[in-house]
């Protein structure tokens, strides 16, 4: 099957699980995980060892979920981080740096850092806001009527965050596994009055060789090329190639994106809903090595590809709720 056969009903359907969107009992479901007036339960019973498994990495606490098939995926409760994905041949898809420090308050260079409510450094909030440094609690753990595995996790606004950004908020996040892995994330406005916020998966993906991957998905879009001070441009490449320091929003192409990682002679797909822009960004060797301190050529072996909603930022009005899924697998 071709990868542009995947029918996109197909993709929400494995991408959210049952339980999130096949249907709007689902939706409901997370909705209901998002924003139960009852104070939150204790973390649920520990799960059952098939499915999840508490650890640590660092000085954080981690939950393992594992599918049947033998792939597992590992987040950090601090910011409901995916830290790996591991397939069943034990192969690691994400990249996290050497050099990354898991130790509370620390962002984690690597992995899948939530970002909310602002992408970069777009206002006056910490660099992608705080919920990636965020304490949040596991909801629940299990497998879905696919028998994929999932995790449920939640957090909410606290006196930190509201005297950093005044709005009262619920987000659960769900994690889920199969032959693939999937992230959602369902920001709730408990408050009174309407927010607008930013929103994506700051995703790090690990590759044999960056010299050796092309992307499609993104031919003739728009984009804000960060490097040279956000002016907009139209991508003429097809595909495209990562050479040097790159960091592009890309705007309001909800298409697929196909990492093809030639040194690995396999091509990665990245669905998404709810995020209508996707940011592709590498350091490149200069910058890897000063601001974000990566280890000498760890950044070939690393490419961002960023499901996100960041222009125009997403309005919600009191009570509502929004959604942003990206689903990765290998073609
Ligand atoms: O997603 C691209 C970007 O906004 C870059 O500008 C760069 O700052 C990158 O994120 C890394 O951000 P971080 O906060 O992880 O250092």
């Known amino acids: 099957m071709s990868p542009y056969d995947l029918d996109r009903r197909e993709f929400l359907k494995r991408a959210l ?24 339960p204790a973390p649920s019973a520990p799960p059952a060892p098939s499915v999840g498994v508490r650890g640590r990495v660092g000085q954080l606490e981690t939950l393992t979920i594992r599918h049947s098939s033998g792939s597992a995926a590992t987040l950090a409760l601090q910011g409901a981080h995916v830290t790996s994905w591991r397939r069943a041949n034990g192969e690691e898809m994400l990249f996290v740096s050497e050099s990354s420090p898991y130790v509370p308050l620390e962002p984690i260079r690597g992995g899948i850092p939530v970002i909310f409510p602002q992408f970069g450094n777009r206002g006056p909030l910490p660099q992608h806001g705080f919920l990636k440094t965020a304490s949040w609690e596991v909801v629940e753990v299990g497998r879905d009527p696919k028998a994929a595995a999932f995790a449920l ?15 009262p908020f619920r987000a659960t996040l769900r994690v889920t596994l199969d032959d693939g892995l999937a992230t959602a994330i369902t920001i709730e406005n408990t408050g009174d009055a309407p927010f607008s916020f930013e929103c994506g998966f700051h995703t790090y993906h690990r590759v044999g060789d960056l010299r050796q991957v092309t992307i499609r998905g993104v031919e003739r879009a728009r984009y804000q090329d960060h490097v040279a001070k956000d002016v907009v441009k139209t991508e003429v490449r097809s595909p495209l190639r990562v050479r040097g320091e790159v960091d592009r929003v890309y705007l309001r192409r909800p298409d697929r994106i196909f990492i093809r990682d030639e040194s690995r002679d396999r091509t990665l797909i990245v669905d998404r809903a709810g995020f209508g822009d996707v940011v592709i960004w590498n350091p490149g060797e200069a910058k890897a090595r000063t601001s974000i301190g990566l280890a000498d050529g760890e950044y070939l072996t690393m490419l961002c590809v960023e499901p996100a909603q960041i222009d125009p930022p997403v309005q919600l009005a009191p009570g509502s709720l929004w959604s942003g899924v990206q689903r990765v697998h290998i073609a």
């Open 153 to 167: 996790l939640r957090t909410r606004d606290t006196d930190a965050t509201r005297a950093l950004w005044p709005h």
């Open 17 to 40: 699980g049952a339980g999130l969107v096949v249907g709007t009992s689902g939706l409901a479901a997370c909705a209901k995980a998002a924003s139960s007036s009852a104070p939150a």
